[in-house]
Nanobody, 127 residues
Framework: QEQLVESGGGLVQAGGSLRLSCAAS????????IGWFRQAPGKEREGVSC????????YYADSVKGRFTISRDNAENTVYLQMNSLKPEDTAVYYC????????????????????WGQGTQVTVSS
């Protein structure tokens, strides 16, 4: 019954912004690390940004630092990714993922993987 559902993807011009949402159902994120991964055709999956839900400790990939911001809403059991100054290189399917803090750390999860995954949402940035 544990589910992560992403929304907010779409088509945007370079320099534009999108806000992705990931809503968790069937479980509470209080004791989890949660974040965003992306995968483009012909490329390996990479961790984008992750957060510890309880205290808000964050990790960002070097490629998105200064442009993307991860946040969470405790009442809504939801995590967000604000994506600014988008580049064509950001084009990918973006996946929300989560794992128990007892089993991982926020940095380790963002650089390897997680236990629970959403279905993905497409982000396309045109030049």
């Amino acid at each position: 019954q544990e589910q992560l559902v992403e929304s907010g993807g779409g088509l945007v011009q370079a320099g534009g912004s999108l806000r992705l949402s990931c809503a968790a159902s069937g479980f509470t994120l209080e004791y989890y690390a949660i974040g965003w991964f992306r995968q483009a055709p012909g490329k390996e999956r990479e961790g984008v940004s992750c957060i510890t839900y309880r205290d808000g400790y964050t990790y960002y990939a070097d490629s998105v630092k200064g442009r993307f911001t991860i946040s969470r809403d405790n009442a809504e059991n939801t995590v967000y990714l604000q994506m600014n100054s988008l580049k064509p290189e950001d084009t990918a399917v973006y996946y929300c993922a989560a794992d128990l803090l007892q089993a991982t750390t926020v940095q380790a999860m963002c650089n390897s993987g997680a236990a629970y995954w959403g279905q993905g949402t497409q982000v396309t940035v045109s030049s």
